[in-house]
């Protein structure tokens, strides 16, 4: 038996930009855990298309499932984060068709043991509703086209040597910079005016195509719930997280880079977006069991408004719920402050209590849930909670 399991970066995904990776430090934590159960796994990063939409991420993982030798392995699985999920629900998808060249599709189906959704906005979330308007959108549009042009290209790069001086002058005044700030000081050397680059390779895939935007809204997921159905066999696994409501969450929040002022305030931005539900287009019908859980798990009840800072609690239900976090969208990746190392700044400054062993602890219900499917006689399978959620008062017939 061979088992390969593969890593599906979220929305503004990328396998790594300069000195920083996406699931940061979660491979080889995903690859102990499962050596530790008895498994020899092949852990796979895979790359993205940052933000188009869900339909041509999805033919890129297929592309990179073929590229990276899903067809040798005998069992595979899928994890993603935040939209990654959502990409390998869709690869998954009976007589699905992203490719015309290959028929991956269906080489994976028949080897697919599991897809295993990390914080996916299964039924949509509002911020990407904000994104869609018009503000919202010419400011993406905006920033994205600035950093492919000639002289926003210079203007970064000019601003990175800036920087980089700046934080000299700070590591002289104290007595250690933290590592978000050593890997920023290595700026200048990955950015270049040049078009050349893995950084504006990124925002040029970002300013060709914002599709995802569109298809992230409540009303547009159900759309996609709709076409993207389980596949018969395969067990479909959640975790879900939230993480403390600002200004009370801001409170606990440590100040531990020059960043820390707009990352908060950030993080107060989004989570004030991912709370307002739209009563129309409903999030998942959670049994009592899992409202249980969740309350248990969240210290508090799992209301419509409660979020991760990006993705309502209830939008990211998709099956069996494996694993609940207090953790904010990017914790979940290893985007936390100490991880791995204790000057390691997160990129998401949230005040939540999530840690190196609440991080091992995820990636063990992950590792355990995997194990227990790839050994299992039969492959176990479970709906999502909801496959038609209930309709808003006054609709229907």
Not at 147 to 172: D, M, Q
């Amino acid at each position: 038996m061979t088992l390969a399991v593969f890593l599906i970066p979220g929305f503004f995904g990328f396998h790594a930009l300069g000195k920083f990776n996406y699931f940061h430090g979660v491979g080889t934590l995903l690859s102990r855990q499962l050596e530790g159960r008895g498994l020899a796994a092949t852990v796979v990063e895979l790359p993205t298309l940052p933000t188009s939409s869900i339909r041509r991420r999805a033919a890129q993982l297929a592309l990179s499932l073929g590229a990276e030798g899903a067809r040798e392995a005998s069992d595979i699985v899928l994890v993603g984060h935040s939209v990654g999920g959502l990409d390998a629900r869709l690869v998954a998808t009976p007589d699905v068709r992203l490719l015309s060249s290959t028929d991956i599709e269906s080489e994976v189906g028949r080897r697919l043991r599991s897809v295993v959704t990390i914080a996916s906005p299964h039924y949509g979330t509002p911020v990407a509703s904000f994104f869609n308007g018009l503000q919202g959108r010419n400011l993406l549009y905006l920033a994205a086209r600035l950093s492919v042009s000639g002289p926003g290209r210079l203007l970064l790069t000019c601003g990175a040597h800036l920087f980089a001086r700046g934080l000299k002058v700070g590591e002289c005044l104290r007595a250690r910079a933290d590592l978000a700030q050593l890997h920023l000081a290595h700026l200048p050397r990955d950015i270049r005016r040049s078009s050349e680059g893995e950084f504006w390779q990124f925002f040029r895939a970002v300013a060709k195509d914002q599709g995802a935007l569109l298809q992230l809204a409540p009303e547009s997921m159900d759309l996609f719930n709709a076409a993207a159905t389980d596949r018969p066999g395969v067990r479909y696994a959640c975790v879900a997280a939230a993480a403390p409501a600002p200004p009370l969450g801001l409170r606990h929040a440590r100040f531990r880079s020059v960043f820390t002022p707009l990352s908060m305030a950030l993080y107060g931005l989004t989570y004030w977006l991912a709370s307002r539900a739209d009563a129309a287009y409903p999030y998942a019908a959670v049994t009592p069991e899992e409202c249980e859980r969740l309350a248990a798990a969240l210290g508090r009840p799992c209301t419509p408004d409660l979020n991760d800072g990006m993705v309502p609690t209830l939008s990211q239900l998709w099956g069996e719920l494996i694993h609940v976090a207090q953790a904010d969208h990017l914790d979940l990746v290893g985007q936390f402050d100490g991880a791995g190392d204790p000057a390691y700044t997160g990129w998401l400054s949230s005040g939540s209590p999530f840690g190196q062993a609440e991080f091992e602890q995820l990636w063990s219900s992950v590792a355990e849930d995997i194990a227990q499917t790839v050994r299992a006689p039969e492959r176990p399978t479970k709906g999502p909670p909801s496959l038609q959620p209930s309709l808003p008062e006054g609709a229907g017939g």
